[in-house]
Antibody, heavy 123, light 111 residues
Framework: QLQLQESGPGLVKPSETLSLTCTVS??????????WGWIRQPPGKGLEWIGS???????YYTPSLKSQITISVDTSKNHFSLKLSSVTAADTAIYYC???????????????WGQGTLVTVFS | QSALTQPASVSGSPGQSITISCTGT?????????VSWYQQHPGKAPKLMIY???NRPSGVSNRFSGSKSGNTASLTISGLQAEDEAHYYC???????????FGGGTKLTVL
């Protein structure tokens, strides 16, 4: 059974870089049917897609965060990572890693989620 | 402001049916049959309930159904049960660089 597990610091200072890793188990990150993505949820609010990556390292980023985001993949470790630079309090959220269906248009539905990790931007 | 518009809350009694709407535009819901719905219980990750407008993943109860008309997609839950109380989010592929958008979420209360 596929499992995704986020890891990384729960506290980040303003203007610094948020770094998270998602380790995939029970399946291969090189499966050609899927993208691997990050979705966040500010406390008490809705969901926001951040970006996604294919095993070949092809990436899609949400335009509003594109200048701050880097998503990378390490197929040898079966994990992928998120870096979000220059964070502010507005970036405080639960960050989910997820598996997303591959389409010719890019990623769409999310069929598997990590448990989520709360990252607080706080000085 | 979310790209897709959902009612903030809906409610119903056990056994009843409810419908949650999700209104987008001709750039997303209206053009692509790539609408999905997610259920989220407090403190838990979302769970995929409907994909491609009206398809149910394996293991999801047939009490959950989806449809679309024009720029509005809908999730219907029939035979409401206490366990259905949760937040529900719609999502759609878009033809823009934003790629994926979510609705603001709807809190379902089972009375």
């Amino acid at each position: 059974q596929l499992q995704l597990q986020e890891s990384g610091p729960g506290l980040v200072k303003p203007s610094e870089t948020l770094s998270l890793t998602c380790t995939v188990s029970g399946g291969s990150i090189t499966n050609t049917n899927y993208y691997w993505g990050w979705i966040r949820q500010p406390p008490g609010k809705g969901l926001e897609w951040i970006g996604s990556i294919y095993y070949s390292a092809n990436t899609y980023y949400t335009p509003s965060l594109k200048s701050q985001i880097t998503i990378s993949v390490d197929t040898s470790k079966n994990h992928f990572s998120l870096k979000l630079s220059s964070v502010t309090a507005a970036d405080t959220a639960i960050y989910y890693c997820a598996r997303q269906r591959f389409t010719i248009f890019g990623p769409d539905l999310t069929d598997s989620w990590g448990q989520g990790t709360l990252v607080t931007v706080f000085s | 402001q979310s790209a897709l518009t959902q009612p903030a809350s809906v409610s119903g009694s056990p056994g009843q049916s409810i419908t949650i709407s999700c209104t987008g535009t001709s750039s997303d819901v209206g053009t692509y049959n790539l609408v999905s719905w997610y259920q989220q219980h407090p403190g838990k990750a979302p769970k995929l309930m409907i994909y491609d407008v009206s398809n149910r993943p394996s293991g999801v109860s047939n009490r959950f159904s989806g449809s679309k008309s024009g720029n509005t997609a809908s999730l219907t839950i029939s035979g409401l049960q206490a366990e259905d109380e949760a937040h529900y989010y719609c999502s759609s592929y878009t033809g823009s660089s934003t790629l994926l958008v979510f609705g603001g979420g709807t809190k379902l209360t089972v009375l």
